[in-house]
């Protein structure tokens, strides 16, 4: 099926129609690739295609990565198929970069994106409840410019701030396999290494915190002699960098209130702290 069968639907922010999924440089709102960007569609390319490139071309190729059949055809087949909710928006429906300052000296560290939310929206943590309980702890903590974030060019900002996800599509029931976690680590590896001004991790659930430990020592790091097991505030020092861990802001636990808002918002101020 082609883009042009696929129908074309105005973007929520700007009006403009796009296919879903987008292609590559058509002028969704902050999109990093061009149509000539490089297509990863194995492993092999996703070390080869992260090597050696600036921050903005490692987003560009993130963003256009076809390595992985099972998260391709998924990604996409939701980007179709669309939630009826918002059966009137265009999805994405691609791999999802990282998003923020450039420069930060905090990193947010997630799973994958959602299959509704930055799988629809095209920013990572966007668009839907886990968005909205991230972004309002942020704001309240002077991390981001709004307290929402809901679509790509709704003007959020991260503020000194940057997110990414260890996985960079949405996958099945949120469980990617290992061979794509490996798959994809690359990505995030070579992101690491760009951004030597971070201080401080947030890594968000387990997976996040698993993620996030092999990725800043395969960026470098020295790998600790006892990974402390994941709990909520928990910190581990790898170099100049101190992870924490948070509990996902998922509806399951904000819900049972396994996580409040309080707990949450400490865990920003701790990484406030460790950057100043």
Known sequence: MTAEERGALPHPVTGREFPS???????????PARAE????????????????????????????????????AWREGVAVEKRASFADQPYWGRPIPGWGDPDPSLLIVGLAPAANGGNRTGRIFTGDP?????????????????????HAGDGQRLLDARMVATVRCAPPDNKPTPAERDTCAPWIAAELALLPSVRAVVALGSFGWDGAVRSLVAAGAEAPSRKP?????????LGAVTLIGCYHPSPHNTYT????AEMTDEVFARARALTQ
């Open 21 to 31: 999924p987008v292609p590559a440089g058509t002028g969704w709102p902050d999109d």
């Open 37 to 72: 960007t490089p297509v990863a569609r194995d492993p092999d390319d996703v070390r080869r295609l992260a090597a050696d490139v600036g921050l903005a071309e490692l987003d560009a190729r993130v963003s256009v990565c076809s390595a992985c059949p099972r998260l391709v």
């Open 130 to 150: 886990s968005a909205d309980w991230l972004f309002a702890s942020l704001h309240r903590t002077g991390w981001a410019a709004q307290a929402a974030s809901h």
């Open 229 to 237: 097991k994941f709990a909520h505030g928990v910190e581990l020092s």
């Open 257 to 260: 209130r396994r996580l409040t």
